[in-house]
């Protein structure tokens, strides 16, 4: 079981290239969300996945796509990546209730943009 | 909107001491609340939650929270730190905005234990 898993763990980009972070989990689990964790910021809600198919915003969803095909994996996309997207990502998935259930995070990418 | 206010950047204690991380929400609705714990260079862990009932709510490593309705409170705490224990810690609060899928998190309070 291996969780949550995350790649890369560092990437560098140039401003205007595109990429995707990967994000798989092995738990079964319905929801999937991406996070930004900025220094004095804490983390930021990117998009989110209530299941296959279906997504939506969080706080901070300009510059970033997401989709849902299978349940195991939610990539996140950066359709042409600026300095401030600079950040560390982290990716969480949790069963499936409103409210209550806590979230299993990765390890986190560490997102350099020149 | 949902908000959460870690009003500590940093919290210092000698090791064996008693320790409170402070956390304030601002919810819609009954709120769901959350403690994590991240170590340097890793993702986050879960500490503890708070859906209902009991206001005092026990959890990993020793840690404890106390949800309090009228301060709209939640705050960490821990009979005796360790060493350990040094780390960021995380409040984060999910209401019924959004049918109750979106969690909002605490800008972290970094926790540093004295030997």
């Known amino acids: 079981n291996a969780g949550v898993t995350q790649t890369p763990k560092f990437q560098v980009l140039k401003t205007g290239q595109s990429m995707t972070l990967q994000c798989a989990q092995d738990?079964?689990?319905?929801?999937m969300s991406w996070y930004r964790q900025d220094p004095g910021m804490g983390l930021r809600l990117i998009h989110y996945s209530v299941g296959a198919g279906i997504t939506d915003q969080g706080e901070v969803p300009n510059g970033y796509n997401v989709s849902r095909s299978t349940t195991e994996d939610f990539p996140l996309r950066l359709l042409s990546a600026a300095p401030s997207q600079t950040s560390v990502y982290f990716c969480a998935s949790s069963y499936l209730s409103p409210g209550g259930n806590e979230q299993f995070f990765g390890p986190g990418t560490r997102l350099t943009v020149l | 909107a949902q908000s959460v206010a870690q009003p500590e950047d940093q919290v210092n204690v000698a090791e064996g001491n008693p320790l409170t991380v402070k956390c304030t929400y601002s919810?819609?609705?009954?709120?769901?609340l959350f403690w994590y714990v991240q170590y340097p260079n890793r993702g986050l862990q879960f500490l503890l939650k708070y859906i209902t009932g009991d206001n005092l709510v026990k959890g990993s490593y020793g840690f404890e929270a106390e949800f309090n309705k009228s301060q709209t409170s939640f705050h960490l705490k821990k009979p005796s730190a360790l060493v350990s224990d040094s780390a960021l810690y995380f409040c984060?609060?999910?209401?019924?905005?959004?049918?109750?899928?979106?969690?909002?998190f605490g800008a972290g309070t970094r926790l540093f234990v004295k030997a």
């Open positions: 738990m079964n689990h319905e929801y």
């Open positions: 919810v819609s609705g009954n709120p769901y």
């Open positions: 984060a609060v999910r209401g019924v905005e959004s049918g109750g899928f979106k969690t909002i």
